[in-house]
């Protein structure tokens, strides 16, 4: 990799602000000082250091987030803020995306990263990764709903989803369940609802996989996964 790609990956500024860096001396590889952008180094193997602090190179990164309401699941939007706007600089300039998506209106667990195969490998119909909701649902949901969604909902166009596990953590007017689905339809945990005559009031995301939310983090705030949670999510 070039170097002068490699510092500006890193988050040292454009490679105009790069290049001027590395006239200053302030570069050095393997102990040497290297003032030429063009020379090619091994992230891998060699030593980069700038004023003395070595530069750690990677070229994933892999992020939870507590997503909040009314912030959009996109790169980018003219009209409404996104959750790659929640980022700061050192994790955005990664120019990441979210791993599928949720609902402006709804919260919870998603995942951002720009690696296109990890997403893919969550994503994907085929792979079939569990996705865990809760969600408060005007109606009293009852053990009919709970056959209903095991065996597959015919849903409002005629499609009918794969079989979903619905508990019932309080029954009444309006009540409080938790749901695991396979798939990703769009709007489905609501579509699923409405096709029972029920109507979904707020809904979370909690779960991807093995993956549970971080309890610890805020609406609106993300951490790095570590090495084990990202070995979680691609082993099945």
């Known amino acids: 990799m070039r170097m002068d790609k490699l510092l500006a990956n890193m988050g040292f500024g454009t490679r105009k602000d790069v290049k001027k ?24 193997l060699d030593l980069v250091t700038v004023f003395g602090e070595e530069v750690k190179y990677k070229p994933y990164i892999y992020l939870m987030l507590n997503k909040p309401q009314g912030v959009i699941s996109a790169t980018e939007d003219q009209e409404h803020e996104t959750v ?5 600089y050192e994790h955005a300039m990664y120019e990441p995306f979210p791993v599928g998506r949720l609902d402006k209106d709804t919260e919870g667990l998603l995942l951002i990263t720009n690696d296109g195969q990890f997403s893919h490998a969550l994503m994907s ?21 709970i056959t209903l969604f095991k065996h597959g909902v015919t849903l409002e166009d005629g499609y009918v989803t794969k079989p979903a596990e619905l508990i019932i953590l309080e ?37 991807i996989g093995e993956l549970e939310l971080d309890h610890n983090l805020e609406l609106g705030t993300y951490r790095e996964l570590t090495e084990s949670e990202i070995e979680l999510l691609l082993t099945k």
């Open 171 to 207: 029954q009444g007017a309006t009540s409080v369940i938790k749901l695991t689905i396979t798939e990703g339809k769009y709007h489905q945990v609501k579509r699923m609802f409405e096709a029972v005559g029920k109507k979904v009031l707020s809904l979370k995301r909690l779960k």
């Open 21 to 44: 860096l590395m006239k200053s001396g302030s570069v050095h590889v393997n102990g040497e000082v290297v003032k030429e952008g063009k020379i090619h180094v091994n992230p891998d």
């Open 125 to 145: 119909p085929r792979k079939h990764v569990p996705k865990t909701y809760t969600a408060a649902v005007r109606g009293e949901v009852t053990d009919e709903d």
């Open 84 to 88: 790659i706007d929640l980022l700061l």
